[in-house]
């Protein structure tokens, strides 16, 4: 029987695979993937297959933060499900600030007064039952930022299971990775309860240790989350706030509500409140209260010293629902004036142009903290000084990733490309004004500058399809956000920018609230724009290579013939200008579909009326990495 049963699961891989190569292209698919398409889980033509199925769990967290010793005490009750066709025997549980354990394996360093013993877990129950967590053979075991627990129960196919754990840990005092102390009793708080690791299709028990590059991957759960701090601190979270008439006072309150109704930008709390208080409940400690549904993670921020902004815009014009967008900053932080306004403008953007799926949450606050990482309804920023355009681009890059990876569950510890790009890439033509009475605007659009100041072409390089947590440093970047977001804007030049939006949006709709992997995003792809795209996919995401035209020109007459090399991989659009002696110039353009079926040239003969003073090849918006032969002078 097993023989048996081994030769048909051969046979069916076998057939599975010979379609997918047959229907995509013959793209290399490994074979942990080729045994989610046998599974039925995943299916051929991009979209989830019969089988498909995903876990989720129920978080019920009490949390308080101590500012003076910095630590956070927290308990909860986790209800998991099981929606697997497996029985599991362990779970795993991620302990994310055990990255400060001493010994810990980090990507980066960190000061020694954050070193410490890791989380401390006071408590651990399965179902009810206490579990030992000193005896000589403990069933809980951990390893990396992992703890493993053997189930005395196995958990069967379609069933349920209820962990209960109290932890406390240290937040960082001077290591910002995502999180941590910014200044006196402020600090934004991530990556910091114990949570279910991902179980899924294919690859089983996520058990990638977290090391401080790879991002997310998680299951959407649902949060019921009470945070208590002392007076006079405000907290901004994750989800729909529930008490805001029980912690803010009076004046505060209405500003708050009429933030929530209005474009305008309100002043919450600005610096004279601060001085006076009486922004929160005289009491010695406030419960801040908040609900959020089917979201792959949960954050927080709280200080008693930061201003707030807030304001709204409408997102879904079929209903008029709207979603608050808020920015808590430091005094000092001149850009952040203007952030709320940039939060605002960006939401309206990714909710009716590109990509036109209207924001998924009901709010969303900018909090200014350290570098630009992205959480659901929650961003923490640096200040970038005085910098606008800079201060515009985190803003807008971080609130893209609502769609990428939230919107859609993506794995960013294997391919966080198919998040980071499409978060480089949807704001690009995104319109900005330095001030809200300001005329002129400006975009974001700086990912082929990023591109060639990378020079392609390095040994470093990797394929985009080399698994994220198999990258570090440049060839992380690299193969992470700025050769995905070049990759994305020459396709839709390829494919025109309203089917190219259609594609992407049929992409969004198949896959929201799921786990799509590459080839899910290559099929989808494949199958609403109605071709295959294999000649794209194959050079742009699984080989190594780089953009480079070259242009000859032979005087022929009055004209000349004219020829586009193709002396790179990387198939990139053609864009001739011909400027003519008098000054006046005519433009020729190609898209990237040119070189569809190998080509290695393109040429034109063109007669010209007037005498030629220059022939350009290229321009800013096309990747080339040696434009020294991009032009012919006469």
Known sequence: MRFQHSVSLFAGLFCITASLFAQNGGLYVSREIQQAYAKGTRSPNGTPGPNYWQNGSDYQIRVTVEPATRTVRGQETVTYTNNSPDTLRELVVRLYPDIFKKGAIRDEAVDPEDITNGVNVSALSINGNKLDLQARRPVVRRTGTNLFVTLARPLLPKSKLSLEMSWDYPIPAKTHIREGTYGENTFFVAYWYPQIAVYDDVHGWDELNYTGTQEFYNDFSNFNVEITVPKDFLVWATGTWQNPAEVLTGE????????????????????????????????????????????????????????????????????????????????????????????????????????????????????NGSGGMEFPMMVNDGSTGTDLEAAAEVTAHEIAHTYFPFYMGINERRYAWMDEGWASFLPNRLPFRRSANDAETFTVQRTNAAYLSMFGGKEDEMPMMTPTNLLTGFSYGFATYFRPAVAYATLEEVLGRDKFKTVLGEYMRRWNGKHPIPYDFFYSFNAAAGEDLAWFWRPWFFEKGYPDLALRVTPEGNGA???????????????????????????????????????????????????????????AQVPDVNPRDNVYAK
Do not use: C, H
Not at 262 to 281: M, P, Y
Not at 301 to 307: D, G, I, M, Q, V
Not at 331 to 343: L, N
Not at 561 to 587: C, H, I, M, N
């Open 252 to 367: 505060y309150l209405k500003r708050y509500q009429r933030a929530t109704q209005t474009d305008e930008i309100v002043r919450v709390v600005e610096a004279k409140d601060l001085r006076q208080g009486g922004i929160t409940a005289n009491k010695p400690q406030n419960v801040w209260k908040y609900r959020a549904e089917n979201v792959p993670d949960f954050a927080f921020a709280l200080s008693n010293r930061y201003l707030w902004d807030a304001t709204s815009t409408v997102v879904d014009a079929s209903n008029g629902r709207r979603t608050v967008v808020g920015a808590a900053y430091d005094p000092k932080s001149e850009d952040f004036t203007q952030v709320a306004r940039f939060g605002r403008e960006s939401v309206a953007y990714f909710s009716t142009q590109m990509p036109g799926v209207p924001f998924p949450y009901p709010n969303l606050t900018v909090f």
């Open 561 to 619: 013939k004219v020829v586009v090399e193709r002396k790179g991989s990387l198939p990139v659009p053609v864009r001739l200008q011909v400027t003519y002696a008098d000054g006046t110039a005519e433009t020729y353009a190609e898209t990237a579909r040119i070189w569809k079926d190998g080509a290695t040239e393109f040429a034109v003969k063109k007669a010209f009326a007037k005498p030629v003073r220059t022939i350009t090849l290229g321009d």
